[in-house]
Nanobody, 131 residues
Framework: QMQLVESGGGLVQTGGSLRLSCAAS????????MGWFRQAPGKEREFVSA????????YFTDSVKGRFTISRDNAKNTVYLQMNSLKPEDTAVYYC????????????????????????WGQGTQVTVSS
């Protein structure tokens, strides 16, 4: 079993930055691809970013490319989402996820953008961007 706990959310002005953290426990963290999703009120949960278990491949949804970066520190069992140049439309609850059922696998990029590819989820952290 893997437990995921997000932190780092908060209120920020348009153009500001936040760094979200997701701390994992219970499994060998370095064996699993990790992802970030977000959900705004009244909307579906959508893919934001993902990183391969090996750390050598990253993926981003088009709306955040050039503004967000994803990284992982296996020694700390933590994945990060650095969010820069934030916009009001980035306001959402951000969720950390792990592909817990596919350790050490390498699928095509589209796989990591699908919510159904992830089996372990955190509780979410609120990000609010004021205009």
């Amino acid at each position: 079993q893997m437990q995921l706990v997000e932190s780092g959310g908060g209120l920020v002005q348009t153009g500001g930055s936040l760094r979200l953290s997701c701390a994992a426990s219970g499994r060998t963290f370095s064996s699993y691809a990790m992802g970030w999703f977000r959900q705004a009120p009244g909307k579906e949960r959508e893919f934001v970013s993902a990183i391969m278990w090996s750390g050598d491949s990253t993926y981003f949804t088009d709306s955040v490319k050039g503004r967000f970066t994803i990284s992982r520190d296996n020694a700390k069992n933590t994945v990060y989402l650095q969010m820069n140049s934030l916009k009001p439309e980035d306001t959402a609850v951000y969720y950390c996820a792990a592909d817990c059922q596919s350790p050490l696998r390498r699928y095509t990029g589209g796989y990591y953008g699908r919510r159904s590819s992830y089996d372990c989820w955190g509780q979410g952290t609120q990000v609010t961007v004021s205009s």
